[in-house]
């Protein structure tokens, strides 16, 4: 079996090139979990919002005009928190293409350890997870409009 590390083929870049590459990679991936973050925070600020809203229609009664203003604000805090989840996502992809180009300047051995698990792979858990979040939104949504009805 070959030693993978005296196959390793170093990368052509000067120094400086190098590490602002590294900053360059390291920012994405910062930028990578920090957009998760904001999609689950903006998840459970949603259901904690649908939460006050069942909380507040119970508190206000039977007014018609009220009942029907939360229905509509919490199908338009789905709306909007399912536009944001979405736009994060995108948000991800674009950075993730960013860390592909840089990693293709980087040494033979950085690119092997770095294509352990496949694209596909990668593609069908990360939007597994949007669909997830989406779902976890909608199913907040309806039960929080049949609890005010």
């Known amino acids: 079996m070959a030693d993978p590390i005296a196959e390793n083929e170093p ?3 000067d120094e400086l090139t190098h590490s602002e590459l590294r900053v360059m990679h390291q920012a994405a991936s910062s930028a990578i979990l920090f957009a998760k973050f904001i999609q689950w925070s903006c998840i459970g600020a949603c259901l904690v919002l649908f939460c ?7 508190i206000a009664g039977t ?11 919490n ?3 789905a709306c909007a928190s399912i536009f944001l ?5 995108m948000w991800q992809f674009n950075e993730i293409r960013r860390i592909r180009k840089i990693e293709k300047c980087f040494s033979t051995l950085c ?3 770095h294509h352990t698990e496949s694209h596909g792979e990668r593609s069908i858990e990360r939007y597994t997870l949007l669909v997830f979040m989406i779902l976890l939104i909608l199913s907040g949504a309806a039960v929080s409009i049949m609890a005010i009805r």
Request: no cysteine; glycine share 4%; net charge positive.
């Open 11 to 13: 990368s052509n870049l």
């Open 52 to 58: 006050a809203a069942v909380f507040i229609s119970k």
């Open 63 to 73: 007014h018609g005009s009220l009942t029907n203003l939360v229905l509509v604000t």
């Open 75 to 77: 199908i338009l805090l």
């Open 85 to 89: 989840i979405f736009m994060y996502q």
């Open 111 to 113: 690119r092997k350890i």
